[in-house]
T-cell receptor, first 115, second 117 residues
């Protein structure tokens, strides 16, 4: 079974609107971390936001927030007030705290911001 | 602050040739890893290391070797390149906040684009 699933290959959003990128995960480890990365067309991987399995509140970093629904095993990224520079690939990733050192990445979502 | 440095940025090989992709970090991170990125498949872990002298296999280790003789360097060796190894390769390193937790933010190099003909 896939550890990380991103079901939206491509998304479009109007500039200044909010957009949600979906991510579901699969683990039986009670300790895990969820990460979102941005990959612009230039190719570098940029860390955006982190959510721990024991964190009581949803993570926020500026215009990025993580909608963490533990029971549903989902960790959706919400980008508010989209900007043209937000056009990029977005990857969800997970690390299990107790069962290994491996990181698992989803297949990514390509976001295009329309002026 | 250089962060994670990968060399070369581009490389073309012929089938059967060998080469080493270099990765160096100056952040004193214990954890280093190599990924390959292929269209539609996200990033897949090749090998990783939790410290000098310690390496382990990831999801797709076949055809690749690694070693970790120092904290700073984590080279990836292709012993006999095959067209299936055409990909973009990323090296990453990370620290941990709180041992035993999963918070291990990875910082990536700029990538190496490899073509095997």
């Amino acid at each position: 079974a896939q550890k990380i699933t991103q079901t939206q290959p491509g998304m479009f959003v109007q500039e200044k609107e909010a957009v949600t990128l979906d991510c579901t995960y699969d683990t039986s480890d009670p300790s895990y971390g969820l990460f979102w990365y941005k990959q612009p067309s230039s190719g570098e991987m940029i860390f955006l936001i982190y959510q721990g399995s024991y964190d009581q509140q949803n993570a926020t970093e500026g215009r990025y927030s993580l909608n963490f629904q533990k029971a549903r095993k989902s960790a959706n990224l919400v980008i508010s007030a989209s900007q043209l520079g937000d056009s990029a690939m977005y990857f969800c990733a997970m690390r299990e705290g107790n069962t290994g050192n491996q990181f698992y990445f989803g297949t990514g979502t390509s976001l295009t911001v329309i002026p | 602050n250089a962060g994670v440095t990968q060399t070369p940025k581009f490389q073309v090989l012929k089938t059967g040739q060998s080469m080493t992709l270099q990765c160096a970090q100056d952040m004193n991170h214990e954890y280093m890893s190599w990924y390959r990125q292929d269209p539609g498949m996200g990033l897949r872990l090749i090998h990783y290391s939790v410290g000098a002298g310690i390496t382990d296999q990831g999801e797709v280790p076949n055809g690749y070797n690694v070693s970790r003789s120092t904290t700073e360097d984590f080279p990836l060796r292709l012993l006999s390149a095959a067209p299936s190894q055409t990909s973009v390769y990323f090296c990453a390193s990370s620290y941990s906040i709180g041992r035993g937790t999963a918070k291990n933010i990875q910082y990536f190099g700029a990538g190496t684009r490899l073509s095997v003909l």
